[in-house]
């Protein structure tokens, strides 16, 4: 199974009222995650996505602009993305279809904490990167680091 990682994009600054978890993406995040999307409608085309995200505004926001560039209508909110529960997580993914590509919109430091556990390299995650891990579907907790873009790289490779 596939599982591509993305981290959110660029939000707003916390106010004094507001809560971190209902921070939305700021215009400059909003034209990253188009981008960030369209390179990976380039890179993917036609398969089949599932999209998990942390309920966190930001994070939601980011799934949204993924998921109408991937024309996938399925978007499920996921706790242990907010919670960095990655326990819950590896339960979850016991229930996926193993020729679905997974799509995990999260925040930091729980992105890289999950990468390490799953892969063990140790990667920093940029405002909405994208990862990709391949693990076995009888196994999840072990996997394979595919690749890992960012914004710039994606402009550069694809021409976007």
Not at 60 to 68: C, E, G, L, R, Y
Not at 69 to 85: A, H, T
Not at 100 to 105: F, N, S
Not at 125 to 150: E, R
């Amino acid at each position: 199974m596939e599982i591509i990682f993305v981290r959110h994009s660029n939000a707003e600054t916390i106010g004094v009222e507001q809560k971190d978890f209902d921070r939305k993406l700021t215009e400059k995040g909003i034209k990253k995650t188009k981008k960030i999307a369209k390179g990976l409608r380039k890179i993917f085309n036609s398969d089949i996505f599932e999209i998990w995200t942390s309920p966190a505004q930001r994070a939601w926001q980011t799934s949204k602009i993924i998921a109408d560039s991937l024309k996938c209508e399925n978007i499920k909110e996921m706790d242990s993305l907010w919670e960095g529960d990655f326990i819950k997580f590896l339960h979850d993914l016991k229930d996926m279809d193993e020729n679905v590509k997974l799509v995990c919109v999260g925040h930091q430091p729980t992105l890289t904490d999950w990468v390490k556990s799953l892969t063990g390299s140790v990667v920093p995650f940029k405002k909405c990167s994208c990862l990709s891990i391949t693990t076995d579907p009888k196994n999840p907790q072990s996997g394979t680091l595919n690749w890992l873009f960012d914004v710039k790289l994606i402009e550069k490779i694809l021409d976007i």
